[in-house]
């Protein structure tokens, strides 16, 4: 299997396996709004995924809520080819205006920035970054 196919492989069981697992009610403000949904595949220079673990579970799931991005679930893959160096995640957004902004204020953060300047000191962690924003079906289990 290509590594290509591998990561749409894996991206694809990630979001089956969100789907199955997780449902999430409408926003407070609207029976009918729904969450818009982003996956997001970091992929890590060799050796880094650790660091990046790291980082998520001490500083940037925290930082994420503060700026009202929900975090929905992470993931390593399983594949042999992308378990020692690919996260895979989903976080939601009431809007794509909303996650917008809030990426906006995520990346000026002063605690943001520390916790990234620090977590790179010894060489840069993430090689590429890939994303989807998302929008359940009608017929959706999750919302």
């Not at 930082?63 to 399983?78: D, L, R, S, T």
């Not at 359940?136 to 919302?143: A, H, R």
């Amino acid at each position: 299997m290509t590594t290509r196919k591998a990561v749409v492989l894996c991206t694809l069981t990630a979001i089956a396996t969100f789907a199955l697992t997780y449902t999430s009610p409408a926003p407070a403000d609207s029976k009918d709004a729904t969450l818009v949904y982003e996956l997001r595949t970091y992929t890590c220079h060799p050796d880094k995924l650790a660091n990046l673990n790291k980082r998520f579970s001490d500083h940037t799931l925290r930082i994420f809520e503060k700026h009202g991005m929900k975090n929905v679930a992470y993931w390593i893959p399983q594949d042999e080819k992308l378990k020692d160096n690919t996260l895979v995640y989903v976080i939601a957004h009431k809007s794509r205006a909303a996650a917008d902004k809030s990426w906006g204020a995520f990346v000026k953060d002063p605690e943001w920035k520390k916790a990234y300047a620090a977590s790179i000191a010894d060489g840069k962690i993430v090689k590429k970054v890939s994303r989807q924003f998302l929008t359940p079906t009608d017929y959706s289990p999750i919302k």
